[in-house]
């Protein structure tokens, strides 16, 4: 016999040694196997920017759990973990450290050097964490883990980015992009957040060349760019300004003459119909610049500064020179008037600010040609979502994607990989660094200061940590494209579309089949928790005070695909009690044991086919949910099998075959509570891993079954024909649905369990109640029991009903004598004092609801709670009627 289980479940001490035992024996590696079939799954890379929050802990828990279910289902599975290097937000975390500890800033350590900073806080935070994922039991393939600049991805992105060019679908240009002032680089659309917020609507006065006292009035939300103003555009089928189109207006504050243009871009019916034209800074201006041949004029730096050339407002911040302008503007006669503005404002979804449009030379890649097979392997069902509804969130974007901006304005990341000639001005890309320009052989080459964004190297991340683009990869061979992506709804854009595009062009395949969406993990009012709010939640400390079991099946119950979910630190405790209620039930199993291997008995009482019954009915359904990833009603059902149907009736049938001194009918005992503690606990040892590990070490292995030392390596449970027993678990149910109306009548009467009855029960089913007997005199406190069929009952039933109380199941109904219960005088006593209480409660409630102002005035919720009250009344007082005339 293995161990015994001591006598409390300590998750500290045993966490740590299993999953030490786990990896120590390789049970995490993943190997390519032609007898089975391949489950991949690749780890979304956290960020190595700092700790995981709970939302790595809900993202770790559901691919754990389907790894974990995989495995044991027989195939090679294999769950590749890793970590990205998240370009902005590291460089963005140790420039912080670098100047609030030493005063420095990266210019003053140089390039090489902050680089080095950078790669020691991988190392630091990298590691802690894997650490902290092998605390919530992860079972990733380690050996396997990537970074994506490793040598190997960071190969891949170069020969992506090559490939790319060459196709004609990367290339440099000046455009409109999106700026981040703050972090000082540019941002893809996808990384924009844009927030409703109040503003302005400043209306100027532009005057038209050689009129006197004309002019076009433009309204703007944004004057500090009015210094790039290089035109004014009206609609072509705009009247009010036909004989303007042609003709110069002068720019105030700035002296400079510009044309007005006719163009159908401009909306008659918003603001005056005429529209500053300030191509540098609006991408729509752009656009119409570009079709009217109008200068480009950029006004704001990097850092969101005016431009030297413009006087007193050079140096000046855009927003202190959107003052100093319009002050001036006002006191020089060109401000018409001030409305207020409530307007759409684009944020960088790193440091929050506002981001500024503006026109810069960066890298794009053309997303037009690149979409439609995406689109396509969405929409023709290769790749799908679950929830189905998030593919139109996916087919939305990608159907009106713009081109991807992909050069960032960083140190830390892929530095793309072209050079530039400084004699011939030629552009050379190469997957190696050159020495020579590719056009004019010149050795007089540098290279972008750019590296590329972040996303680029992770929308490779399913098949470079393959060995990708090493086509002879027995592993990308073997393993790709992945299975499931289990991802949060919040990066569909800048991850999930650009993996899919990425896999379809480089791989000719979708890089998986399904892409498995979760909701956000927000507190418990429903906020997203965030360190302003102060109400992150540590999943390590967590997991540390309740054990990693707890914290996950918290995080899995109640939980459904796509929707968020509210974390409730007491579920952990009511998790941590069904642990020790499934410990203490392994435990009771355990001491009763004198078997040494688990076989189940050919002859079998009516109470072990119930229960074999049962969990041969369970064993396909979780299944079936766990392959819809319903895996929160999967865990609920083996929950409430645990809890209600072994621990509380199964283990309480057997007792008197464990104590009792037939050793036959007690090895019958032992053999079906092992055998179905064991598959029990394989359909909970993916939610619960460490707690059912240690139990299935301590019990007696199944006969024949030769599957290894490690439950997480046993075959999953399947459904056997054999153990059905539908008319054997009907009769159970029945003597249990008997039991429970029983005991629910004993509550309600303050009946302590060692006061026994006679029990009289009147039923059609008499065969069962009679085979029952022995189970209800012991389960429902009875003296004796006695079974009349209805037909026999007759008018003894109704006479005997006097002076008894009754309860009733679908198909009977039970009498006990309150006499052998209670004191009948003091009982009645008591029934009446509350009866009287009730009343005089649903009285008062009643006026109050009878009151047209109390229904018209007060809250309606309020109002809702009083109604649900009074009918909770209504039906307490009824039952307490039905006790007073029973007791006579």
């Not at 963005?92 to 790669?119: H, M, N, S």
């Not at 060692?754 to 069962?768: P, Q, W, Y």
């Amino acid at each position: 016999m293995a161990k015994e289980l001591p006598k409390a479940y300590e998750p500290q001490e045993v966490e740590s040694r299993i999953y030490e035992m786990w990896e120590k024996n390789g049970c995490f590696e993943g190997h390519r196997d032609p007898e089975k079939k391949p489950f991949t799954i690749v780890m979304p890379p956290p960020n190595v920017t700092g700790q995981l929050h709970m939302g790595h802990a809900m993202d770790c828990t559901l691919q754990d759990i389907l790894t974990r279910f995989k495995r044991m289902e027989g195939y090679a599975a294999l769950w590749v973990p890793g970590t990205d290097h998240a370009g902005i937000a590291t460089q963005i975390k140790v420039e912080e450290a670098l100047r609030e500890k030493e005063g420095l800033t990266r210019y003053d350590l140089g390039r090489e050097k902050f680089l080095e900073r950078v790669w020691d806080w991988k190392e630091k935070y990298g590691a802690r964490i894997v650490e902290q994922q092998k605390k919530l039991g992860v079972s990733c393939d380690w050996s396997r883990a990537r970074f994506t600049m490793d040598e190997g991805l960071s190969r891949a992105v170069r020969h992506v980015f090559v490939s790319l060019y060459n196709k004609g679908f990367i290339y440099k240009g000046s455009r409109i992009i999106n700026w981040c002032p703050h972090c000082v680089t540019a941002l893809s659309d996808a990384e924009v957040e844009y927030q409703d917020k109040p503003g302005h609507l400043w209306h100027i006065r532009y005057p038209i060349q050689g009129e006197a006292d004309r002019w076009v009035i433009v309204a703007t939300t944004r004057p500090e760019t009015m210094l790039g103003d290089t035109g004014v555009a009206v609609n072509p089928a705009d009247e009010r300004y036909t004989d303007l189109v042609g003709k110069t207006c002068i720019l105030p504050l700035v002296g400079r003459e510009m044309p007005i243009v006719a163009d159908e871009y401009v909306d008659v019916r918003f603001g005056t119909g005429c529209v500053k034209m300030t191509p540098a800074h609006d991408p729509n201006d752009f656009e119409v610049g570009l079709r009217h041949h109008l200068e480009t004029i950029r006004v704001l730096d990097d850092n969101g500064k005016v431009v030297e050339g413009y006087g007193k407002y050079s140096g000046m911040d855009r927003y202190e020179a959107r003052k100093a302008i319009v002050a001036d503007l006002e006191e020089q006669g060109y401000l018409v008037k001030v409305e207020p503005h409530q307007h759409n404002v684009g944020t960088c979804y790193r440091c929050h600010n506002d981001v500024e449009p503006l026109i810069s030379a960066q890298w794009f890649v053309k997303m037009e040609p690149l979409a439609k097979e995406a689109l396509r392997v969405v929409n023709e069902g290769e790749t799908g979502f679950v929830p189905e509804r998030f593919s139109k969130t996916y087919t939305n974007w990608m159907e009106n994607v713009r081109d991807w901006c992909i050069s960032r304005q960083l140190w830390w990341g892929h530095r793309i990989p072209a050079w530039t000639c400084e004699d011939c001005g030629e552009i050379t890309v190469s997957e190696t660094d050159p020495t020579e320009c590719a056009h004019c052989h010149s050795k007089h080459i540098r290279q972008e200061e750019d590296v590329l964004d972040t996303w680029f190297s992770s929308a490779l991340w399913p098949f470079s940590t393959l060995g990708w683009p090493d086509e002879n990869s027995e592993d990308f061979k073997y393993f790709y494209p992945t299975d499931v992506l289990v991802t949060g709804y919040d990066i569909i854009f800048f991850w999930v579309a650009r993996m899919i595009f990425s896999g379809c062009e480089h791989t000719g395949k979708p890089p998986f089949h399904t892409v498995l969406i979760h909701g956000l993990v927000r507190d418990d009012k429903g906020r997203k928790m965030s360190k302003s709010l102060g109400n992150g939640i540590d999943p390590l400390e967590i997991a540390e005070q309740y054990g990693a079991d707890a914290l996950r099946f918290n995080l899995i119950t109640g939980n459904s695909p796509g929707n968020d979910m509210r974390f409730y630190t007491e579920r952990c405790e009511a998790m941590r009690n069904f642990a020790n209620k499934i410990w203490n039930a392994s435990r009771f199993v355990q001491m009763n044991l004198t078997i040494d291997h688990v076989e189940l008995p050919e002859e079998l009482e009516n109470e072990d086919k119930w229960i074999l019954s049962k969990l041969n009915a369970l064993v396909p359904d979780v299944t079936d949910n766990m392959d819809r990833y319903e895996l929160g009603v999967a865990a609920q059902k083996v929950y409430d099998f645990i809890w209600d149907d072994y621990c509380d009736w199964y283990i309480e049938f057997t007792k008197t075959r464990l104590q009792g001194s037939d050793p036959a009918a007690k090895e019958q005992a032992q053999q079906v509570l092992c055998y179905v503690l064991i598959q029990t606990l394989k359909l909970l040892h993916p939610f619960m891993p460490f707690l059912t590990e240690e139990i299935w070490q301590a019990l007696p292995r199944e006969a024949g079954s030769g599957e290894g030392e490690f439950l997480m390596l046993q075959k999953w449970p399947e459904r056997r024909e054999e153990l059905d027993f539908p008319a054997e678990e009907k009769a159970v149910d029945l003597i249990i649905d008997a039991t429970r109306a029983v005991r629910t009548k004993r509550a309600e009467l303050n009946v302590l369990p060692s006061k026994k009855a006679h029990l009289t029960i009147s039923t059609l089913e008499t065969g069962v109640f009679t085979q029952g007997i022995p189970l209800l005199k012991r389960l429902a406190y009875a003296s004796g029991v006695t079974v009349v069929g209805v037909s026999d009952a007759g008018s003894d039933a109704e006479e005997s009903a006097k002076g008894q109380v009754s309860v009733v199941t679908h198909v009977a109904r039970v009498f006990m004598p309150l006499a052998e219960l209670v004191d009948l005088e003091q009982e009645k006593k008591r029934v009446e004092k509350e009866l009287g209480q009730r009343r005089n409660e649903l009285a008062g409630l009643e006026a109050r609801l009878g009151n047209p102002a109390f229904v018209s005035k007060a809250p309606e919720q309020v109002v809702r709670g009083q109604r649900e009250r009074a009918e909770t009344l209504r039906a307490l007082i009824a039952k307490l009627e039905q006790s007073a005339a029973s007791l006579g």
